[in-house]
């Protein structure tokens, strides 16, 4: 334990790319890493990403490759015996990257229902960085609500909604988008975007 290890949970909203991406970006920058999958988001990586991934008997090297194994905590969902289950462990932040609605209500309500549940519920409780990036639209009421309840307890709510003013060319200037804004609240240094202002990001506005 340290106090600038990251918790990272995956749920089942769509949006896996995001979510592995930002993994490997904390990765190589050094970051230690607690990471929990729920069952929802390992059926959305096999339908988003054609990866398999075994919650019960996790295996870090389908979804990120040969990876410094020590950087990497792996903790099943249900598991409440885990360090991030406790305020006591201490951690730099967590980010729930892709969130879902359901896990967006159970975070609203307190729930903890699962472990990724309670170690929001910690971050929350122990006022410390809790970042949700939910993938849903169009929002209903409910889901309006329960992010605001989110948001009013301390969580920072951060959509996935790439934006178009940096002129991305693929699908993964997208996703660098939304994981270098995720960096940015972290604190976690990267250059996975053009940043307004940058001189060589003027250079692409059309001339007036
Ligand atoms: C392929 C697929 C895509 C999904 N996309 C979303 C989504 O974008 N947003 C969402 O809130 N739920 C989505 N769901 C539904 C959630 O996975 C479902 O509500 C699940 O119970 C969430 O559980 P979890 O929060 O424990 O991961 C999707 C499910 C599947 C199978």
């Known amino acids: 334990m340290a106090a600038q290890d990251l918790v990272v949970a995956l749920t089942g909203a769509s949006g896996a790319p995001y979510g592995v991406r930002l993994l490997q970006v904390l990765l190589a920058a050094g970051r230690t890493v607690h990471l929990t999958i729920s069952p929802a988001a390992a059926e959305v990586i096999r339908a ?3 990866l398999i991934v075994r919650i019960d008997r ?5 979804l990120l490759g040969e990876i410094p194994i020590k950087q990497i905590h792996y903790h099943h969902y249900q598991n409440f015996q885990a360090g991030i289950a406790s ?14 609605m359901g896990t967006v209500a159970a975070i609203a309500h307190g729930l903890s229902q699962n472990l990724i549940h309670r170690a929001a519920d910690v971050h929350l409780k122990e ?26 307890a301390g969580a920072v709510v951060m959509p996935a909604m790439p934006a178009f003013y940096t002129q991305p060319r ?9 994981v270098g804004r995720v960096c940015d609240q972290l604190g976690v240094e990267h250059r996975l975007l053009r940043r307004w202002g940058e001189s060589e990001f003027q ?6």
Do not use: H, Y
């Open 127 to 152: 006022r410390r960085k809790l970042i949700l990036v939910p993938r849903e639209t169009p929002l209903g009421v409910v889901q309006l609500k329960n992010l605001l309840a989110c948001a009013e």
């Open 48 to 50: 988003e990403l054609g």
């Open 170 to 178: 693929s699908l993964e200037d997208m996703v660098n988008f939304i």
């Open 203 to 208: 250079a692409l506005l059309p001339n007036e």
């Open 87 to 100: 305020g006591s462990f201490l951690t730099a932040g967590m980010v729930i990257c892709p969130c879902s």
């Open 58 to 62: 996790f295996d870090p090297r389908p």
